[in-house]
């Protein structure tokens, strides 16, 4: 079992920053591979970032030059530095963790490799 519990978000303006963070308790944290997912209103949650037990990472286009994902397995934390936000990255934000054996640089956009889910934190860019 792991259980997540996320912190940050808020109302940002365009071109502004923030910072998600995501702390994990339960299973021993250097042992699962983890995703940030958001969900707009009536859309499908999809994945922006992940990365594996060994710190290896994955981003979706979109944010790929704007948003740092990264994992600090001395405090159980996974974080999201957003930089230069856009209205588009306007939704609710979730983290997600998984144990399942699946090798030191497996990690995955998808929703159902996902056991795991944090409460979900609100992200407003807005001018």
């Known amino acids: 079992q792991v259980h997540l519990v996320q912190s940050g978000g808020g109302s940002v303006r365009p071109g502004g920053s923030l910072r998600l963070s995501c702390v994990a308790s339960?299973?021993?944290?250097?042992?699962?591979?983890m995703a940030w997912f958001r969900q707009d209103p009536g859309k499908e949650r999809e994945a922006i970032v992940s990365?594996?037990?060994?710190?290896?990472?994955s981003y979706v286009a979109s944010v790929k030059d704007r948003f740092v994902v990264s994992r600090d397995n001395a405090k159980n934390t996974l974080y999201l530095q957003m930089n230069r936000l856009e209205s588009e990255d306007t939704a609710v934000y979730y983290c997600?963790?998984?144990?399942?054996?699946?090798?030191?640089?497996?990690?995955?956009?998808?929703?159902?490799?996902?056991?795991?889910w944090g409460q979900g934190t609100q992200v407003t860019v807005s001018s």
């Open positions: 997600a963790a998984s144990n399942r054996q699946r090798g030191s640089s497996y990690r995955s956009m998808d929703k159902n490799d996902y056991d795991y």
């Open positions: 339960g299973d021993t944290f250097s042992n699962v591979y």
């Open positions: 990365i594996s037990i060994d710190d290896t990472r």
